[in-house]
């Protein structure tokens, strides 16, 4: 038997004024995301941002269902639609925003299992990094790639 230790590593800002002038963009069209959120329910609002490698920034935001689980998450909204709009264009930094009942969260809202999922499928079909920024109001997390927040990914892409 082996013991073996995982190490990851990430940035943190104590706000948006200390990173670069892309990054604070991306912050600030992930909080403007926000107002498009549908959440009647849990009445937590998500908002993303996603700047493609051409430039291109699409926004999302979480839409919630009263038959759930047929809502979608923020980032998986913006993910998608790039997706189905800009197929062969990778993706280069997705930016995520939570707020609960019109309150920017202090700590960064974390992207649940399935978006980590999806951002780590396109990072592979790629072949590049998806760099990650998480938004709170007392920090901001920068991820590098998506490896950081999903350690072994599940890659159907090699499976033969």
Same mark, same amino acid.
């Given at each position: 038997m082996s013991e073996l230790q995982l190490t990851i590593k990430y940035q943190e800002f104590s706000s948006a004024s200390e990173m670069s002038s892309e990054d604070q963009e991306l912050v600030a069209m992930a909080l403007e995301a926000q107002k498009g959120s549908y959440s009647p329910y849990s009445h937590f609002q998500v908002g993303a941002a996603l700047k493609l490698a051409n430039g291109v920034i699409v926004k999302g935001a $979480?839409?919630?269902n009263a038959a759930y689980p047929s809502g979608l998450c923020a980032e998986r909204?913006?993910?998608?639609w790039a997706g189905a $709009?800009? /197929?062969d264009v990778p993706l280069d930094t997705l930016a995520i925003a939570g707020s609960d009942h019109g309150v920017l969260c202090e700590s960064p809202a974390s992207p649940c299992g399935s978006c980590r999922q999806v951002m780590a499928e396109y990072q592979k079909k790629h +072949?590049? /990094?998806? +760099?990650v920024i998480l938004v709170g109001s007392k920090r901001i997390r920068k991820f590098s790639c998506v490896d950081d927040l999903l350690p072994f990914i599940f890659d159907s892409l090699h499976m033969e």
């Open positions: $979480n839409q919630e909204t913006a993910m998608f $709009n800009y /197929p +072949k590049r /990094p998806l +760099k």
